[in-house]
């Protein structure tokens, strides 16, 4: 949750809560207007006679000896920008008609928390010029590359290797995992498992054993050791330990000769079955746990490789999100199939905030593209169009949005063997995760693969390389209205010249 609280906010008294428009310059006769009407005001409340300009029209849009206007955000950056020192450059000027976003708004709503409280509590009060000055110049020292890097780090839903970083708290209902014993020790860590697998046998032994000790000592069989006439039920068991070898012996069938059961009692042979049956039930459960536990194909997916960052361009005149997936092994993936995942939080219209929503990213799962043949290294490719939720984002606003892509790829290890013992049919699956930080606007991945001695050779040293091209800032959705409008303009200029040529 902390991963995806909202970044320290804004100006608040220069941009506001929301997203807002920026104010249009009035006309100098409202200014003279406003004016006049706040001086009035002013000069009621002290009681002092206040006389009457004509609101002539001025070029400077202010009347002679009129008390001055209170300055406008224009103005009052002017006068921040006069008195900057001189370590701190000058803000970027704002084009007309843009929109403002400030970056509290843009990322999830207002959680309680003592430091956001703080931060509150802050931005409510009116700065004044000194502490907008130094606010305005942090912003600008925020892009530096030290705070970048600073921003990077932040708790992921899922890490680079595919580990999902989500711990199981508070669970009630724990008999849950005794119902289904085989996958809760399936799931244990090795340390565990193997602590597990050992005291399964271990305390069969030392159980079965007792029980050995205790019939012999209940029988007299212990009294009377070296008796030639008596007939002992369990023979040459004179202590704990000599039952105990007696355990191990017959669980595991050793049989060595000296310690065994005759048919002297019943009881003994009735033992001698259950602990056969037992041991034969451990067997089975401990060494399937063990050889599924070996071979479940986790590892395999450590030579599944991704991309470090996916990169924004476009192709085929449309904005496309890429990223590269490799496999490093000869024996490829069998039916292999990539997804993609959004993770973010945001807030509905009715106010209910959602945190780490889950949202599907195309990669072609309606054309077919997602199944992939992966024998050399693949750029996946998601088109930004109306469906993405990537239609109205720009270069500009990628820096200020919070989310994370999680990939999915999905596969069948191929068949190791015939027997038994192959992995044939198991399902591998390989994850990684893409912050906002690790998208790069306006490049691409070079080439990794050649032409050499009759085969492609792939060059794994140019996965990671990109190269940057030339590609607009603007969103797609900004891009396709441009696209449309100029159509439409061709389409009105081509009728218009056939109605020039047409005869009269």
Request: glycine share 6%; with cysteine.
């Amino acid at each position: 949750m902390l991963a995806y609280l909202p970044r320290p906010p804004t100006d608040t008294s220069r941009y506001g809560t929301f997203p807002q428009k920026p104010d249009l310059p009035a006309a100098p006769g409202a200014l003279v207007e406003d004016g006049g009407q706040k001086a009035a005001a002013t000069a009621a409340k002290r009681g002092a006679p206040m006389p009457n300009y004509p609101s002539a029209p001025r070029h400077s849009g202010f009347a002679p000896g009129e008390p001055p206007l209170p300055p406008s955000r224009g103005s009052l950056t002017t006068q921040q920008h006069r008195g900057r020192p001189s370590w701190c450059p000058p803000p970027a000027p704002q084009e007309a008609g843009s929109r403002l976003y400030p970056l509290h708004a843009l990322s999830v709503a207002n959680i309680p928390n003592s430091s956001r409280g703080k931060t509150s509590a802050r931005s409510s009060t009116v700065p004044t010029p000194e502490g907008l000055q130094s606010r305005r110049c942090k912003l600008l020292e925020e892009d530096s590359p030290m705070v970048q890097a600073g921003k990077r780090q932040r708790q992921r839903y899922v890490t680079k290797v595919g580990k999902c970083q989500v711990n199981l708290g508070n669970i009630q209902d724990k008999k849950r995992f005794l119902s289904d014993i085989f996958t809760t020790i399936v799931d244990l860590k090795y340390r565990w498992f193997l602590f597990v697998f050992m005291m399964c046998y271990i305390i069969t032994w030392v159980v079965f054993g007792f029980i050995y000790f205790l019939d012999a000592w209940v029988r007299g069989d212990v009294g009377h050791q070296g008796d030639p006439e008596w007939q002992a039920c369990i023979e040459n068991v004179d202590g704990f330990v000599s039952a105990l070898l007696l355990s191990v012996e017959s669980q595991r069938t050793i049989g060595y000769g000296t310690r065994m059961v005759t048919a002297n009692c019943a009881e003994g042979v009735i033992l001698l079955i259950a602990q056969s049956i037992v041991g034969s039930m451990i067997d089975a459960m401990m060494v399937g746990c063990m050889f599924v536990k070996i071979s479940r194909p986790k590892k395999r997916a450590q030579t599944l490789i991704f991309s470090k960052n996916c990169v924004i361009s476009l192709r085929d005149e449309k904005l496309c999100l890429m990223f590269r997936v490799g496999d490093l092994r000869e024996s490829h993936m069998v039916d292999a199939k990539i997804r993609a995942k959004l993770i973010k939080s945001r807030q509905t219209a009715e106010g209910e905030f959602i945190p780490l929503e889950q949202s599907e990213l195309n990669l072609g799962y309606d054309t077919g593209e997602d199944r992939l043949f992966l024998v050399e290294p693949q750029i996946i490719c998601h088109v930004i169009n109306r469906h993405s939720p990537f239609w109205d984002m720009s270069a500009e606003s990628l820096r200020r949005e919070q989310f994370e892509i999680i990939i999915i790829l999905e596969g069948i290890v191929e068949a190791t063997g015939n027997s038994a013992w192959s992995r044939a049919g198991m399902t591998c699956q390989a994850r990684t995760s893409y912050t906002e930080d690790e998208i790069l606007w306006g490049y691409r991945f070079e080439p990794c693969m050649s032409l050499e001695k009759g085969a492609f050779q792939v060059d794994y040293s140019r996965f990671e390389m990109t190269f940057e091209v030339q590609t607009p800032a603007a969103s797609a959705r900004e891009l396709h209205e441009l696209k449309e409008l100029e159509q439409q303009e061709h389409s009105t200029l081509s009728l218009y010249w056939d109605h020039l040529l047409q005869p009269c």
